[in-house]
């Protein structure tokens, strides 16, 4: 299709392995370049079958004549993908043989990054982008990232993590149908910034009680039940009502019969935290190195309704004291 000359030889990408990232080099040259053309795999080049991972069909007819265009006219040829993390061993295999169908038939060179961990590389962080930029100098105005991944669309799935890493790296960012359609569309997300909750800009004070027990009840996963114990309770022990003893800490205890007997020597602390909160913390916990597989065990509604007048509302403050700098800069991002 392309008017290069490709051969068997450099149809064989060079393949590394960086900290959960698959890095595919297909005769990729970062010499004499300023612009960057980043492109979403799935939904986005190509149709993702769920039940067929390797099939290889173009989203749209036009893309291989854009693709062309672009790398005739100076643009660098990049695709970041998200992939799975479960099943990987298996599904890689397949992702790999659908890109290597892909490039076959384009017949142009790409570097191709496939994120299958949890840390700064995962869209919408901007580690890809970081090391990109320390590959090749470029224009920021001529860099654009195509990509579905920008909310309630028809026919797309409502996942923010495309049009928020394009807004993370400060470059244009354009949905598949906008790009290759040039459809109008709007797309756009409600930003969080999370420095509003550091403690110098909160008109509030927090003071923990050293009571003899500590009921502490998380509403929704990610509403950092672990991190509240690490900061107030370091010197408690998180134990069942089957074995416990002085400065214990029961988290999402359900069992009324036991909190009455020991409620008058217990302090009732409750973690209920807006959707835009609990997006940024399920993101950062996510990304920034301190995921761990951890089930949640909910809390009923009726335990939190007998419990309502004694529960002691914690707001949600940000501390970044202990965080590294990179966890700081994690922090900052528009997070999914």
């Known amino acids: 299709m392309s008017s290069e ?13 960086l900290d959960h990232l698959l890095i595919i080099d297909y005769n990729f040259d970062a010499n004499n370049g300023t612009k960057l053309a980043l492109f979403d795999l799935d939904s986005t080049l190509l149709k993702y079958y769920d039940s067929n991972i390797e099939k290889f069909e173009y989203m749209y ?24 993390l479960a099943n990987q061993s298996n599904e890689i295999e397949k992702i790999k043989k659908k890109i290597h169908k892909f490039v076959c038939d384009i017949k142009l060179p790409w570097l191709i990054f496939i994120v299958l961990g949890r840390n700064k590389y995962r869209k919408p962080c901007t580690g890809i982008y970081d090391y990109i930029l320390k590959l090749i100098r470029v224009t920021p105005q001529n860099v654009f990232y195509v990509g579905d991944a920008a909310g309630p669309r028809p026919n797309c799935y ?16 354009y949905t598949p149908e906008q790009y290759f359609l040039n459809k109008k569309e709007k797309c756009y997300f409600k930003h969080f910034n999370v420095t509003d909750y550091l403690p110098e800009k909160l008109n509030i004070t927090f003071v923990p009680k050293k009571s003899k027990y500590i009921f502490l009840y998380g509403t929704k996963k990610y509403s950092g ?37 020991i409620q008058k020597e217990a302090s009732f602390y409750v973690l209920d935290y807006s959707k835009n909160i609990l997006t940024w913390t ?52 528009q997070l999914c």
């Open 225 to 261: 039940v672990t991190t509240f114990i690490k900061k107030y309770y370091s010197d408690y022990t998180v134990t069942c009502t089957q074995d416990f003893h002085d400065k214990s800490i029961f988290v999402n205890c359900n069992d009324l019969t036991f909190i009455n007997k």
């Open 5 to 17: 000359i490709y051969t068997k030889a450099n149809l064989h990408p060079q393949i590394t392995s």
């Open 61 to 84: 007819p036009c893309i291989p004549n854009m693709l062309i265009t672009l790398h005739s006219t100076g643009y660098k040829l990049f695709i970041v993908s998200n992939q799975s």
């Open 282 to 333: 399920k993101g950062f916990f996510y990304v920034s190195g301190m995921y761990y597989d951890k089930s949640f065990k909910p809390v009923k509604k009726y335990v939190l309704e007998q419990l309502k007048d004694m529960l002691i509302n914690v707001p949600f403050i940000y501390d970044e004291e202990n965080f590294t700098e990179e966890q700081r800069k994690i922090a900052r991002l």
């Open 158 to 173: 409502s996942a923010y993590h495309d049009i928020k890493f394009a807004y993370n790296c400060k470059i244009k960012f």
